[in-house]
């Protein structure tokens, strides 16, 4: 019998968690770049090539987008696409943190149906398929329902800015943050924090496997306009990222000041 995506998507994880422990706190080689884009580690790398290598050679019909590869316009054409991240939070790994994550998803016709997100330091593996549920180290998750009153959204600062928020009424919420934001999004589907939410334009591979976990377990997932998320776009950004239990989810969207529909 073939390996399902999601039990695919795992295993790569935790191998790709065991090539980045060797680089962890062992003073990688860092580099910049262009444009303010970020940094970019060995580690960074070497992930990647492991799962182009891997992935690609057990799904040779799939698309194929990750942040540390050259985007091409042939995944578009295919039925199905992996979406990975080798290492979000870099900054976090750079930094000796916990909260950096491997982020591996499988979209098909705009929707994720498979993901995991691992994190080494941790060793915490969230993982989900379409329909099938989301489970963190095999246990079953499920978001919370909380409304605004004592919830706390992830989040950079910036998001809680008055600017972005109608009359410039801040809601009445409480902040966190973690460095990497499909964690952020486990964490969400996890019911350790009410909602996460970006208003920056964010990258696909930032998300997608995050985002079926968060939805699997039972929270509310979109972009800042209420739309729902589509993937495999010809520029792989969506318009900032909302993720809650659905009363919390929507008093967010509510209060939101509008912005531009385009990334």
Known sequence: MPVTDEALLVAAAREAGAIAMRYFKNNPDVTHKPG??????????????MLAAELR???PDYGWLSEESEDTDARLDTRRQLVVDPIDGTRAFIEGGKDWSHALGVVENGRVIAAAVYLPVRDLMFAASL??????N????????????NATVLGTKPNFLPH???????????????SSLAYRLCLVGQGRFDGMMTLRPSWEWDIAAGALIATEAGATVSDQHGNA????????????VMAAGAQLHRALIQRLEPQP???
Do not use: C, Y
């Open 229 to 240: 998320l589509q993937f495999n776009n010809q520029h792989p950004q969506v318009p900032g």
């Open 36 to 49: 303010g884009a970020g940094p970019v580690t060995e580690a960074d790398l070497a992930v990647n090539a």
């Open 138 to 149: 095999g246990v079953p998750i499920a978001s919370t329902q909380a409304g605004m009153n």
């Open 261 to 263: 529909t385009t990334p």
């Open 131 to 136: 329909g099938g549920g989301a489970t963190a």
């Open 164 to 178: 972005h928020w109608q009359g410039g009424a801040v809601p009445p919420i409480k902040r966190a943050f973690r």
């Open 57 to 59: 050679a057990a799904r």
